[in-house]
C-alpha cells in the first residue's frame, strides 16, 4: 500500500487551503470530518435545549418557561438529535469508512457529496431562528407541535412552522443525496474481487438504510409539504374541517417515521460486529445470518408503521395486523443480538473504550427492544401511548442504540482518522459517567410512564416529583459528561501518542492497511481482494 | 454525443464516472417514485377504506338497512352539530339538536343550509360519527 501514497503524493498539494478548501472540497475525508464536526456541534445544541426541559421539569409547577416555550424546546431538540446529530454523524462515518472499507479511491460523485453535505448547516439555521426571531417580536416562536407535525396543531400554529418545515425538505434533500451517493459507491467502487456478500457489514448497514432512506424521505418530503399548502394555499388535506383527515398524516408521517428510526441504527448495527471482533480477536459470529437479518428489518420497516398509533381509533383488524407484525420485527432483531454475543463467546476480549461503549450498547439498546415489545401490545398500549414509557423506550434505542453506538465507533475509528491515540482513562471515564447516568435519567422514566405521567406537559402532578428529580439531576451529569467526549476528541486531533497503522491488535479490514491517518488520496490504485 | 460506456478510448476512470452517473440518475427515478407514492396515498386512503370498510367514518349503507330488528328495549340518544370552514359563507346547523331512537331504526333528520352572501356559492358537508365503532350502518 506504500507504494500507493508515494505515488501520489504530489497531488496533496492541489487542493485549496483555508475555508475554500472546506467549501469546495469534494474529498471523502473533508466531507466526513465535517458531517461529524457538524453532528458534534449539533449534539450539544440539542442537549443544551433538552437540558432546560429537565430544568423546568426538575419541580412540579412552572418555573422556567412558558408552555409553548416548552413545548418549542422538546419539538427543536427531537429534530436536531434525529436529523442533525445522529443522521449526519452516520454519514460522516460512511464518508469517512466506506471508500477506505471498500477499497475505493474516494466516494462515487463527489460534488453531491460537498451538496450534501452544505444543506445541512442553512437547515440547522431553518431550525433554531424562529427561536431568535422571536425575540425580536417576529413570530411566536419555532415549532411546537413535538418533532411529529401532528395537525390540526402544526396547521394552526405559527411560523416556526414553516421554518421546520424547510428546515426537513432541506435535510431531506441532504440525505438523499448522501442515498444516492453511497448506493452507487457501493455497487460501483468495489475492489476487484470484493463482492456483495464479502462487504464490510458496515457496508451492508448503510445499503439497506440508504434504500430506505431514498424510499421513504420523499414520503415524509410529501406530508410536510401538504401540511404547507394546507396552512396557506387552501388545501385541506388534513384540516377535517375541510374535508381532510388528521389521520391521513400520521399514516404518512409514520410511514417514513418508523423505517427512519432504523435508518438511524442500521449503519451502528453495521460497525457494531466489527468493533467486536476486533475486541474479542475473533472473526463474527453469523455474517450471513446478519446480512438476512438487515434485510429482514429493512423489509418489514415499511409495513409496521401504524403501531405509533393504535390509539387514534383504527379498526380492529387493522390493530391486530400492526400488532403482529411489528412484533415480527424482534425475531431478526434476536438473530442479531445472537451473533453479536456469540461473536464474543470464548473470545480473548479486552476492554478498550470502544468495547465497553459496544458492550454497554449491547445490553441497553437491548432494553429498548424489550421495551418496544411492551409498546406493540396494543392492549398495554393503550395505557402507554404519549406517557413517559415511550420517551424512556425511545430513549433507550435512540440514546443508548444510535448515540452510544456511534461514541463507540467514534473512539474505535478516532485513531484512524487523526493518527493519534485518545486519552484512554477519560474514556473510560466518559464511558462510566454516561452509561450510568443515562440508565438514571431514563429509568425513572419508565416507572413515571407506567404511573401515568404524560409526555410533552411542562408541569405534572405531585406524586411524580421525585423520579423527576432523579432524572433532572442524571440528566445533567450526562450532558455535563458529554464535554469530557468533547474534550477528548478535541485534544486527540491536537496531538498525543502516535497510532499504528493497525491502532487495535486485532483490527482487521482494509481501513487497517492504510497508515493513521491515511493519505489525503488513498486507494488511487484499487486493491484486490481475495 | 452520446458517449458509450464501452467506448475503448475512454479511461478506466472516465468510464467508471460515467458508469456511477448513470445509477446515481436510476436512484434518482425511485426518489420520484417515492414522493410520487406520498400523493397517491391520499386518494388510495380513501378507497382503502372504502373498499375494506376499514373505516370508522360514515357511509351509505345505513338507508339499506330496511328490514333491521329493532332492539325496542333500548334507547339511544344522537346528538347532532355542525360547524362551518372559517371563510365559507354559509349558515349550516341541524334543525333538531338531538333525537331519541331505538337501536336498529331508521330515522330522518334535517340539516338546514343558507347562503349568507350575495354570490352563487358551492359547499361540500362531510359527516362524521363519533365515537368511531358507532358508526351508522
Ligand atoms: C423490537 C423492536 C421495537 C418495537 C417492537 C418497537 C415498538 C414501538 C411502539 C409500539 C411504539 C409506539 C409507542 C406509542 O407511541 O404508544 C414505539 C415508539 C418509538 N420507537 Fe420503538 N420499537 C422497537 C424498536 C425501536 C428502535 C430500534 C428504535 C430506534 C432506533 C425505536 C424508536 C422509537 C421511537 C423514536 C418511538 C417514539 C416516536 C414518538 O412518538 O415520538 N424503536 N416503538
Ligand atoms: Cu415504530
Known sequence: MSTTVAAHHDEHADHPTGMMRWLTTTNHKDIGTMYLTFSLIMFLVGGSMILGIRAELFQPGLQLMKPDFFNQLIGVHALIMIFAALMPAATGFANWMLPLQIGAPDMALPRLNNWGFWLLPPSAILLTLPFTLALFGIGDGALATGWTFYPPLSVQGGIGVDFAIFAVHLLGISSVLGSINIIVTLFNMRAPGMTLMKMPM???GWLITAFLLIATIPVLAGAVTMLLTDRHF??????????????????????????????????????IPQILQTFSRKPMYGYKAQVYSFWAIGALSVVVWAHH??????????LLYFMYSTMAISLPLAVLFFCWIKTMWRGSMSFETPMLFTVGWIILFGIGGLTGLVLADVAADAQYHNSYFVVAHFHYTLFAGGIMGIMAGVYYWLPKMTGHMYNEKLGKLHFWLTAISFNLTFIPQFFLGLAGMPRRIPDYALQFAEFNMISSIAAFVLGLSQLIFVYNIISTVRGGKKATDQVWEGAEGLEWTLPSPPPYHSFTEQPVVK | MTIDIKDDALSMTERRNLANKKLGFKMVWIVIGSLVFAFALVPLYDVLCTI????????????????????????????????????????FYPKQSSIKVRPGQVETVLFEAKNITSQVVAGQAIPSVTPARQRLT
Open chain 1, 202 to 204: 458496515f457496508a451492508w
Open chain 1, 234 to 271: 387552501g388545501t385541506h388535506f388534513f384540516d377535517a374541517a375541510g374535508g381532510g383527515d388528521p389521520i391521513l398524516f400520521q399514516h404518512l408521517f409514520w410511514f417514513f417515521g418508523h423505517p427512519e428510526v432504523y435508518i438511524l441504527l442500521l449503519p451502528v448495527w453495521g460497525f
Open chain 1, 309 to 318: 398509533f393504535f390509539t387514534a381509533g383504527l379498526p380492529v383488524p387493522a
Open chain 2, 52 to 91: 375494506t370498510g376499514l373505516n370508522g367514518k360514515t357511509d351509505t349503507s345505513a338507508s339499506a338497512l330496511k328490514n333491521n330488528k329493532v332492539d325496542s328495549t333500548r334507547w339511544v340518544t344522537v346528538q347532532f352539530t355542525s360547524s362551518v370552514m372559517p371563510g365559507l359563507g354559509w349558515n
